[in-house]
C-alpha cells in the first residue's frame, strides 16, 4: 500500500470520525431538549414531529438521491442495513422480503406493486 494510499485513508477515517461526533453531540443535544420538557407532553410531540420531518426530508432527499442505481451496489446496500438493523421504519422482515424480491428475478413485478 502506498503512503499517499494510506494517508487517504486516514483522512477519510478522520472526517467520518468527525462527523459522527458532531451527529453524536447534535442527539445529544435533542436528548437535553427532551429531558428539559420531560412531563411536558405537547412539547414533546412537537420535538417528536419535527424529528419526523427531518427524517422523511432526509429520506426523501439526500438519502433517496445518494441510492445506488446498479442493482448489484443496492442489493448490497441493503444487506449492510439488513445485517445492521434494517432501515428506519421498516421492519427487519420486510427489508429481508424486499432483498429476497430484488435478488430474484421476479423484481421488476414486485416491485411496481
Not at 436528548?31 to 412539547?43: D, K, R
Not at 414531529?49 to 429520506?59: A, P, S, V, Y
Not at 438521491?65 to 443496492?74: I, K, N
Amino acid at each position: 500500500m502506498s503512503e499517499a494510499s494510506t494517508n487517504s485513508q486516514i483522512a477519510d477515517s478522520l472526517a467520518r470520525g468527525d462527523w459522527e461526533a458532531r451527529l453524536s453531540s447534535e442527539l445529544e443535544s435533542l436528548q437535553e431538549l427532551a429531558n428539559e420538557v420531560s412531563g411536558e407532553p405537547q412539547a414533546l410531540l412537537l420535538l417528536l414531529r419535527r424529528i419526523e420531518e427531518l427524517h422523511r426530508t432526509i429520506q426523501d432527499g439526500a438519502f433517496r438521491s445518494s441510492l445506488p442505481s446498479d442493482r448489484g451496489e443496492l442489493f448490497s446496500l441493503l444487506q449492510g442495513m439488513e445485517k445492521s438493523g434494517g432501515w428506519p421504519y421498516i421492519p427487519r422482515l420486510q427489508l429481508r422480503t424486499f432483498m429476497d424480491l430484488l435478488q430474484s428475478g421476479d423484481s421488476d413485478s414486485a416491485l411496481a406493486a
